[in-house]
């Protein structure tokens, strides 16, 4: 048993938390070499390895095992991510955002009080003039200012610890898939220490430039005669400038809050490529018992459990997906064009994300049609091999042609050779902003029962369905559980709308935009209220002068 803080979060592999022995996983094609198994593995470099060393060790063992096996293993290669790459992804831009815009409400703050502190300047000064006159010095008196404003900063430090405790257990409580490994984020020692550390800086910061303008040229004899008539000139300017700079930095939060909302807007108005709405996404697996069965066997079972799940009352389509998942998970396969000779290795190859999937694909995700048609119940292991492209494929690789008609070699299939039938629109796979961050990639569309049955066979231990229908309702996902006419040996895991997917590829700019958002608003506050605080000081200063000079006219 593992302890219960460990938790192995990985893209694509979050659902099961039971570890086996690969070598008893009882699949007839894992001794296979060249069977096209993809192996995820883990491992710890040694103290001082970097992870270019590491590369190039498995770049020399993959070019070893690809002259030792050149059928099997030539053009295959492992690629080396660090692990914390693999489980942060794309957060760490939208962490820096937020780690600016803490600094500036916190720079903001500074201000605020070293605004508040110089606007008491006035009161204070007959009480420095007589410390200075009873021999105090000006490093006495700045300790003295600097103590006062680091006691502020510690209390304020101690409420911010306590409101942060609460407001993180809110933001992740309605944004829990907002950040990886969130249930890992907390307060602890490290965090208390960094925010004592913290605090006694601010107060530092904001309490040195009010201490230094309060002592300089201290005048003893003008001072001891001051009854509170107002500000100097340059204590005036220092408070204006201030106040500008408070309102600028809660500016540029405010813009770009509105920024990141209105990038947000026009991304969730994005055509996906599909029509997301009222549609289940989820995985089954098959008994243990079908690793064992033949092809024919399993392709049969796979026929029924679609037509079981198209059968459900509300139910309009269901479809088998294999392979490619939009914004789940993706699988890229070469080809070469018919007519021309096969490349030397995997890498002079062409790659296109691959779909595998059954014949209603179409009608549940509604990916529109744009030339020929789209995979049938006709397109199985008896018939010629199929394939629909979309029109990226179509663009790329047969430009000013029609594709209908074409052939394409592909390893990965019974026949071998495919006949291009149908072109479809391109489908955002990696998320609504894909096609800005990533370059353009051809997709395929293959059908489920003309895979190979070295594919086939493996096909037992976990299948996608995609299925459409008029709602999604807790009782159609009760009766996908219960479904009478399945196995109860038929696992059904992962259940998850497609609305809800695409809203998970944007929880990470939501909860930046949302956060963003209320530091911005908080900036303004501060902002308002220490130029609130300053104008009401300053005028409670100077009663008399609002009457002598008529403001009331």
Request: aromatic share 8%; proline share 6%; charged share 15%.
């Amino acid at each position: 048993m593992t302890p219960a803080n460990f938790h192995l979060e990985i893209p694509g592999f979050r659902e099961g938390q039971v570890y086996l022995p690969i070598g008893q996983w009882d699949n007839p094609w894992l001794p296979q070499r060249g069977a096209g198994l993809g192996i995820h593995g883990i491992g710890r470099l040694k103290p001082g390895v970097s992870v270019e060393q590491a590369r190039a060790d498995m770049d020399s063992v993959t070019g070893n095992l690809a002259v030792a096996f050149p059928e099997s293993d030539k053009g295959v290669g492992a690629t080396l991510v660090p692990l914390k790459q693999q489980v942060v992804g794309e957060v760490r831009p939208y962490l820096l955002v937020l780690l600016g815009a803490v600094g500036f409400v916190l720079l903001i703050a500074c201000v605020n009080v070293a605004n508040l502190l110089l606007a008491r300047s006035t009161m204070r000064r007959r009480e420095f003039a007589i410390r200075a006159a009873l021999g105090a010095g000006q490093g006495r008196i700045v300790r003295q200012l600097l103590v006062e404003s680091i006691l502020i900063a510690l209390v304020g430090g101690s409420l911010g610890v306590l409101l942060a405790a609460w407001g993180t257990r809110a933001a992740l409580g309605v944004l829990p898939a907002a950040l990886p490994r969130a249930e890992e984020i907390g307060l602890d020692s490290r965090v208390l220490l960094f925010t004592t550390a913290l605090s006694l800086f601010a107060g530092i910061l904001s309490g040195i430039t009010p201490a230094i303008l309060k002592t300089s040229r201290l005048d003893l004899h003008n001072a001891l005669k001051e009854t509170g008539r107002g500000l100097s000139g340059a204590r005036h300017r220092a408070q204006s400038a201030f106040v500008a700079l408070e309102m600028a930095l809660a500016l540029v939060l405010l813009v770009g809050a509105g920024l990141m909302l209105r990038s947000l807007v026009r991304l969730s108005q994005t055509d996906p490529g599909f029509n997301p709405h009222n549609i289940l996404s989820f995985n089954i697996s098959l008994p243990p018992s079908m690793l064992k069965a033949s092809p024919e066997a399993i392709r049969a079972v796979y026929r029924d459990l679609e037509n079981n799940l198209a059968s459900i009352p509300t139910a309009q389509a269901a479809s088998l997906t294999w392979e490619s998942v939009p914004m789940g998970w993706d699988d890229e396969e070469p080809f070469w064009l018919a007519g021309r000779p096969k490349p030397a290795s995997n890498n002079e190859m062409n790659w296109s994300i691959v779909y595998v999937v059954g014949p209603d694909y179409l009608k549940v995700m509604r990916i529109p049609l744009q030339r020929g048609r789209f995979l049938s119940v006709h397109d199985d292991e008896h018939s010629p091999g199929a394939v629909v492209v979309d029109e990226a494929f179509a663009r790329k690789y047969f430009p000013n042609q029609d594709p209908i008609g074409k052939r394409l070699n592909f390893e990965n299939t019974a026949s071998g050779q495919l006949e291009i039938v149908g072109v479809v629109g391109h489908v955002k796979q990696w998320g609504l902003d894909a096609d800005d961050t990533q370059p353009l990639r051809a997709q395929m569309y293959l059908s489920c029962m003309q895979m190979p049955n070295s594919y086939i066979a493996r096909a037992p231990s976990g299948s996608g369905v995609v299925l459409r229908s008029e709602r999604i309702t807790a009782a159609l996902i009760d009766s996908i559980r219960t479904n009478p006419k399945m196995s109860r040996d038929q696992v059904v895991f992962g259940i998850r709308t497609m609305d809800e997917i695409i809203s998970g590829s944007m929880a990470e700019r939501r909860f930046s935009m949302i956060l963003l958002a209320i530091f911005s608003t908080l900036a303004l506050i501060l902002a308002s209220v220490g130029l609130y605080g300053v104008i009401s000081y300053v005028v409670g200063q100077h009663p008399r002068n609002w009457y002598t000079h008529g403001s009331w006219g």
